[in-house]
């Protein structure tokens, strides 16, 4: 990556509203820096050709002469890839080429955000990603794993409590814990820990920074063997 902090990335798409959509949200995530805005295939090859490498395409699927997926298939040295695209069939062909995430149009800014995510965590890109960026109603939170204490389900959110606060984000809770480091365990069908952070296992509670967490039955036995007991 050019920079530990940013992930450089084009989009190629030849409608004009999703340009447009995928710049707001671009300009709205920290992380991300915009090279380039490219209509169709060929534009985007001829920008890769003559400029230095970006990781990440936001590539549409669905566009003229080229589509999306015949495009990324032809780079030698393809960066990742979030594919765009209104058609829910085209999902399984992108996934086949190893796409970091595939976005169905319109596009949810939180839906977006998860997608960024996983483009933090591949170790292609960021070997040593520790930290998400989290949206809590109009605000965007750079937030650290290691200042996680745990994170609780709560409807379609999910509740991150940390070290100072606890904030509230719009996720699945199986989808927000998948993004995780191996020391964040699920103890609870509504509970994760982080490890770290953990100072007591009393029957079925764990104590982590002074919050008491229940421990489901059906996950007792992999809690007691991530802490080798």
């Excluded at 209509?39 to 999306?68: C, H, R, S």
């Excluded at 998860?114 to 949206?135: C, G, M, R, S, Y």
């Excluded at 764990?206 to 007792?220: L, M, N």
Aim: net charge neutral.
């Amino acid at each position: 990556m050019n920079n530990s902090k940013n992930i450089s990335c084009i989009i190629v798409d030849d409608e004009l509203s999703s340009q447009k959509v995928l710049q707001h949200f671009i300009s709205q995530t920290e992380v991300l820096e915009l090279k380039q805005t490219c209509n169709n295939a060929a534009e985007a090859f001829k920008y890769l050709q003559l400029n230095t490498a970006v990781d990440l395409l936001f590539l549409d699927i669905n566009m003229p002469k080229q589509t999306g997926l015949d495009f990324y298939k032809s780079l030698q040295h393809p960066p990742a890839v979030i594919f765009t695209t209104a058609y829910p069939q085209y999902a399984v062909e992108g996934f086949e080429v190893n796409a970091t995430d595939y976005l169905l149009k319109p596009i949810p800014y939180e839906r977006f955000l998860t997608a960024i995510n996983k483009v933090l965590n591949e170790k292609a890109l960021q070997p040593k990603q520790d930290f998400l960026i989290l949206k809590e109603n109009k605000a965007l939170h750079k937030v650290f794993f290691s200042n996680i204490n745990f994170i609780e389900a709560f409807g379609d959110y999910v509740k991150v409590h940390l070290e100072d606060k606890t904030i509230i984000t719009h996720s699945t809770f199986s989808g927000f814990i998948a993004q995780l480091p191996a020391h964040f365990i699920r103890v609870h069908k509504s509970f994760s820990i982080n490890l770290n952070k953990m100072n007591q296992l009393s029957g079925n509670q764990i104590t982590v920074d002074s919050h008491k967490v229940p421990i489901g039955q059906t996950y007792k036995a992999q809690v007691l063997k991530a802490l080798n007991l």
